[in-house]
């Protein structure tokens, strides 16, 4: 069992240790319905599940609301069944967020939204910080960025505003994925 914090929520994970297959269904299914209390049919709710949700893998959920393409991808959790569990506990709160007037609508989309070339945004953040294709530490990341935020803020010397801009923007992308 583990305390975890995931956009502002804290639960407490129960790892799956057997029935990976239907946990995993059973995550997909609670998403489901958490989003079709927002009045988001099934058929605009995307959930593929793994072959083999044992393994370690990152779950992804994609939905469409008000034209807006909303996304929540999680993986640190390790194991695909424990990351869709995530991704629902997450969803499932935001959405009595928004039911009990807590949390406008359209907060709610901004948190959620996702370009449609999100992966391709991704690839160039992670070359634009000069880091590996496949790199997930948030604290090398994190390090990367205030080296390179150092070197090129625009009151030092050496300082290129432009090139401080794409490393903001870099590090946001990535932050925002793995956050």
Do not use: C
Not at 135 to 143: L, M, P, Q
């Amino acid at each position: 069992m583990a305390l975890l914090k995931v956009k502002g929520h804290e639960f407490e994970l129960h790892p799956a240790k057997d029935s990976f297959s239907r946990r995993a269904l059973q995550s997909k299914n609670a998403i489901i319905n958490s989003l079709r209390k927002l009045g988001i049919p099934e058929h605009q709710v995307e959930i593929k599940l793994e072959g083999a949700p044992f393994r370690t893998a990152p779950a992804t959920a994609e939905w469409y609301l008000d034209g807006h393409r909303l996304y929540f991808r999680y993986e640190a959790a390790g194991k695909f069944a424990d990351n869709l569990l995530v991704i629902a506990h997450v969803i499932e709160r935001e959405v009595n967020l928004v039911l009990s007037d807590k949390k406008p609508l359209d907060e709610f989309i901004s948190e959620f939204r996702e370009e449609n070339d999100v992966e391709e945004q991704r690839k160039l953040a992670r070359e634009t910080l000069g880091l590996a294709h496949d790199e997930k530490d948030i604290g090398t990341i994190n390090t990367r960025y205030k080296e390179l935020a150092r070197e090129h803020h625009p009151d030092k010397p050496t300082g290129n505003a432009e090139k401080f801009k794409e490393v903001n923007k870099a590090h946001k992308i990535l932050k925002r994925e793995l956050e």
